[in-house]
C-alpha cells in the first residue's frame, strides 16, 4: 500500500482542498519543496504560484496559489493562501487583463502608482497564467 499525507488548502474564503496524496509540491519562498509522507516538520511562506497534489500515480490536482503559509507535519501539509484557485477554474481573459493593466501601470513615470502594488499584480497575474499553461501542457 502507498504511504499518504493528508493535505489541507485553504484560502481566505473557503477550503479548496482536503484529502490524501502521495506528494505534494508547493512554491515555497526559497524554492519549490516536494513533500512526501513523513516529511519533517517544516513551516514556510509560500510565493506566488502553482500547488501540485500527487493524488496517484494518474491523478494530480494542479492549484494556483498567491502566496500565504506552508505548514509541514510528517502526516499533514497545511496550506494557507490568501487566494487559491482550481487550476481548471483560472479566468484567463482576466488574467490577461490583469496583466496589461499592471504592465501599464508600471510603465506610468508620473509617480502616481504604487510601484510596488503593481508588481504583485504583475506577479499574480503571471503566475495564474503560467499555471494555467502547465495545466494544458499536461493535457488537463
Given at each position: 500500500?502507498?504511504?499518504t499525507?493528508?493535505?489541507?488548502?485553504?484560502?481566505a474564503e473557503?477550503?479548496?482542498?482536503s484529502?490524501l496524496?502521495?506528494?505534494v509540491?508547493a512554491?515555497a519562498e526559497l524554492g519549490?519543496?516536494?513533500?512526501?509522507?513523513?516529511?519533517a516538520?517544516?513551516?514556510?511562506r509560500?510565493k506566488p504560484g502553482?500547488v501540485?497534489?500527487?493524488?496517484?500515480?494518474n491523478?494530480?490536482?494542479?492549484?494556483y496559489v498567491?502566496?500565504g503559509?506552508l505548514e509541514i507535519?510528517p502526516?499533514?501539509?497545511?496550506i494557507?493562501?490568501?487566494?487559491?484557485?482550481?487550476?481548471?477554474?483560472?479566468?484567463?481573459?482576466a488574467?490577461l487583463?490583469?496583466?496589461?493593466r499592471?504592465?501599464?501601470?508600471l510603465?506610468d513615470?508620473s509617480?502616481?502608482i504604487?510601484?510596488a502594488m503593481a508588481?504583485?499584480?504583475?506577479?499574480d497575474?503571471?503566475m495564474?497564467?503560467r499555471?494555467?499553461?502547465?495545466?494544458?501542457?499536461r493535457g488537463?
Amino acid at each position: 500500500m502507498t504511504m499518504t499525507v493528508h493535505v489541507d488548502i485553504v484560502s481566505a474564503e473557503k477550503e479548496i482542498f482536503s484529502g490524501l496524496a502521495e506528494m505534494v509540491f508547493a512554491p515555497a519562498e526559497l524554492g519549490e519543496v516536494g513533500i512526501s509522507p513523513r516529511h519533517a516538520p517544516l513551516i514556510s511562506r509560500l510565493k506566488p504560484g502553482e500547488v501540485r497534489v500527487k493524488v496517484s500515480d494518474n491523478e494530480v490536482y494542479p492549484f494556483y496559489v498567491s502566496g500565504g503559509m506552508l505548514e509541514i507535519q510528517p502526516n499533514l501539509v497545511t496550506i494557507l493562501a490568501d487566494t487559491a484557485i482550481r487550476a481548471k477554474d483560472i479566468d484567463e481573459a482576466a488574467a490577461l487583463e490583469a496583466k496589461s493593466r499592471a504592465e501599464e501601470a508600471l510603465e506610468d513615470k508620473s509617480g502616481k502608482i504604487d510601484f510596488a502594488m503593481a508588481q504583485a499584480q504583475l506577479t499574480d497575474a503571471v503566475m495564474q497564467l503560467r499555471t494555467l499553461d502547465r495545466l494544458r501542457k499536461r493535457g488537463g
